[in-house]
């Protein structure tokens, strides 16, 4: 996966994690950190954020095996095309639609037991509870992490979209991990003027695979699409079958 497509997933986590602050920013601060020490508090912190980064993961590797059965059929530049319009069109929906149009409050109607179960493993103040914690937090509704979800997708690899959303998963880590020692310290007006980044690093990211799509030849923006196809690839195992069976058969001879 190239460089600027795993810069694009760490932007994306970074500034989502301001948007973390509103939806998940009440887990964070009402985490049951271990407090012996610092390097307990902080540790049991990070294992509760490395949890949510597992989840993203293991959501990218499906979304990515779901991209790949597309590019293993010769259509990974419509794919990449598709998600790109996709994540601009996530932005612009609700810009026009107002409050008619909420990914997340739609989806959050259907999270009820996910929400009872991270209620249970409030009540324990164990590694395991704050890891499940993030594995279980990582599920629930968030709009930008369904726009990563779409990069993933576009990556075209099960590996590839895996490690995209690891990576924004470890970027939305400084400001999490920030409410979970420190607490919320950040205004609402502070809060409000960065999460207007979101929606534009989200156009940027959806501008960036729409380019790779098209294979412009534009150097790291827009390179020329080199791979071979599905067909190519088979005419040169087939060559190399054959050219394999011609040598054992010239074998036999002597």
């Known amino acids: 996966m190239d460089l600027e497509i795993l810069t694009s997933a760490i932007i994306l986590g970074l500034v989502t994690g301001f948007h973390c602050i509103g939806m998940c920013g009440p887990i964070a601060i009402a985490l049951p950190l271990k407090k012996e020490s610092k390097f307990s508090k902080v540790s049991s912190a990070l294992l509760y954020n490395i949890g949510r980064a597992i989840t993203y993961a293991t959501m990218g590797a ?10 293993m059929a010769g259509f990974q530049k419509w794919v990449s095309l598709v998600m ?3 994540m601009i069109l996530y932005v612009i929906f609700p810009a026009i639609f107002k409050n008619r149009f909420d990914i997340d409050k739609i989806a959050f109607k259907y999270t009820g037991k996910l929400r009872f179960k991270l209620g249970k493993l409030f009540g324990k103040k164990t590694y ?13 509704p968030c709009g930008p992490v369904y726009a ?19 990576i924004f998963g470890l970027g939305t880590i400084p400001v999490m991990l920030s409410i979970s020692l420190l607490g919320s310290r950040i205004s609402l007006k502070s809060k409000k003027k960065l999460s207007k980044l979101i929606p534009l690093t989200i156009v940027f990211i959806g501008f960036l695979f729409i380019m790779r799509g098209l ?17 190519d690839k088979n005419k040169i195992m087939h060559k190399q079958s054959s050219k394999i069976v011609q040598n054992q058969s010239n074998l036999y001879l002597f």
């Open 62 to 71: 499906f979304f990515g095996f779901f991209g790949q059965s597309f590019a």
């Open 84 to 86: 790109g319009i996709l």
């Open 128 to 140: 395991s509870s704050l890891f499940l914690i993030g594995l279980l937090n990582g599920l629930l």
């Open 148 to 166: 990563a979800l779409a990069g993933a997708i576009a990556t075209g690899g099960t590996v590839s979209g895996s490690l995209f959303m690891f």
């Open 215 to 231: 294979g412009l030849g534009i150097p790291m923006l827009s390179p020329p699409d080199k791979k071979l196809k599905p067909h």
